[in-house]
């Protein structure tokens, strides 16, 4: 199993400002992931971090919005960068485990309201 | 595309009561997953299914793969089993999940 630990729990921040993200896991993962909860709707995935090189985003996602650095198997930060209040969400941190496959874990998310 | 609808969206139960959530999907799947979402927002995985049914104290899991549907049960319900409850689906050899909008359960004592 993977116990994930992910900071801060909640904030409230700034219109304008950016906020960083932690994920860290107990144990050596392959896949990383970044998930975003806005409220009423499903997760939907921002990125795929990749240990050693760019993550991968998906549609609707990029880099300079949503920059993750991912430098070893067992950590990565998504900062969401010149908030505006529509990225008000529960961000969570997810990985997988192919020791035991389609295994997943999630952080206990990071609840972020702009103001 | 892989759609991943849930009913009901909110259920209302008294305590003790048996408790079903619906999960269909609309293509061909490797893997579904339930997944239970505590109000401070951590998510915990209850099951994985690829057919079949499985059972873990209180709670059951069936998939029907050839309607492309789930349901998730929940035997003497109690107040704690009070969360939403997600379906997530995998398509083939995708590693990418594709989430329903979840079921708010409230368990009244």
């Known amino acids: 199993s993977a116990v994930i630990s992910q900071k801060p729990s909640r904030d409230i921040c700034q219109r304008g400002t950016s906020l960083t993200i932690q994920c860290q896991v107990d144990?050596?993962?392959?896949?990383m992931f970044w998930y975003r909860q806005q409220p009423g709707q499903s997760l939907t995935l921002i990125a795929t971090?990749?240990?050693?090189?760019?993550?991968?985003?998906e549609s609707g996602f990029v880099i300079d919005k949503f920059p993750i650095s991912r430098p070893n198997l067992t950590f990565s930060t998504l900062t969401v960068s010149n908030m505006s209040p529509e990225d008000s969400s529960i961000y969570l941190c997810?990985?997988?485990?192919?020791?035991?496959?389609?295994?997943?874990?999630f952080g206990e998310g990071s609840w972020l309201t702009v103001v | 595309k892989n759609e991943v609808e849930q009913s009901p969206q909110n259920l209302t139960a008294q305590e003790g009561e048996f408790i079903t959530i619906n999960c269909s999907y609309s293509?061909?799947?490797?893997?579904l997953h339930w997944l239970q979402q505590h109000p401070g927002g951590g998510i915990v995985s209850l099951f994985m299914?690829?057919?079949g049914k499985k059972k873990h104290g209180r709670l059951i899991a069936t998939i029907n793969i050839q309607e492309k549907h789930s349901s998730l049960h929940i035997t003497a319900s109690h107040p704690r089993d009070s969360a939403v409850y997600i379906c997530a689906v995998r398509s083939g050899s995708n590693y990418k999940l594709t989430f329903g909008k979840g079921t708010l359960l409230t368990v009244n004592p």
């Open positions: 144990s050596q993962v392959t896949m």
């Open positions: 299914l690829s057919s």
């Open positions: 997810s990985v997988e485990d192919r020791q035991v496959p389609d295994t997943i874990y």
């Open positions: 293509v061909g799947i490797s893997a």
């Open positions: 971090a990749n240990q050693g090189s760019e993550a991968t985003y």
